[in-house]
Nanobody, 116 residues
Framework: QVQLVESGGGLVQPGGSLKLSCVVSGSIFGCNAMGWYRQDAEKQREFVAR???????HYGDSVKGRFTISRDNAENTIYLQMNSLSFEDTAVYYC??????????WGQGTQVTVSS
C-alpha cells in the first residue's frame, strides 16, 4: 500500500501564506488523481483541491482564488500553496491518493492553525 506523508503545516497569522507538501512513497502515477482535504473538530472532511493525472485542477468553493494545487511528478510530490489565510482555514489538512493502482489512500494529516 502506498504511503503519503504531508508536511508544511503550522501557525500563521490571518492574511498569511503556507505551502503544504505531500510525498507519495511510490510513483505518483499510481494515483488517478491527488487531492487535498481538510477537517476541523466540528465539521466533516471537506474537499479542498484535486490534481488529476490528466485535465484541469479543481478547487472547493471556499478556497478558489486563494489556494493552488501543483505537482512535481519527478519527485512524486504534490503541493498546496495557501494564500490569504483566514481563521476559517484552520484545520487538519490531508492529502489523498484517489483511485488508480493504489486505490484510495490517505496521509496522516498536517495541522494548519490561523491565529493572531
Amino acid at each position: 500500500q502506498v504511503q503519503l506523508v504531508e508536511s508544511g503545516g503550522g501557525l500563521v497569522q490571518p492574511g498569511g501564506s503556507l505551502k503544504l507538501s505531500c510525498v507519495v512513497s511510490g510513483s505518483i502515477f499510481g494515483c488517478n488523481a491527488m487531492g487535498w482535504y481538510r477537517q476541523d473538530a466540528e465539521k466533516q472532511r471537506e474537499f479542498v483541491a484535486r490534481s488529476p493525472r490528466f485535465g484541469s485542477n479543481h478547487y472547493g468553493d471556499s478556497v478558489k482564488g486563494r489556494f493552488t494545487i501543483s505537482r512535481d511528478n519527478a519527485e512524486n510530490t504534490i503541493y498546496l500553496q495557501m494564500n490569504s489565510l483566514s481563521f476559517e482555514d484552520t484545520a487538519v489538512y490531508y492529502c489523498k491518493c484517489e483511485g488508480g493502482s493504489y486505490g484510495d489512500s490517505w496521509g496522516q494529516g498536517t495541522q494548519v492553525t490561523v491565529s493572531s
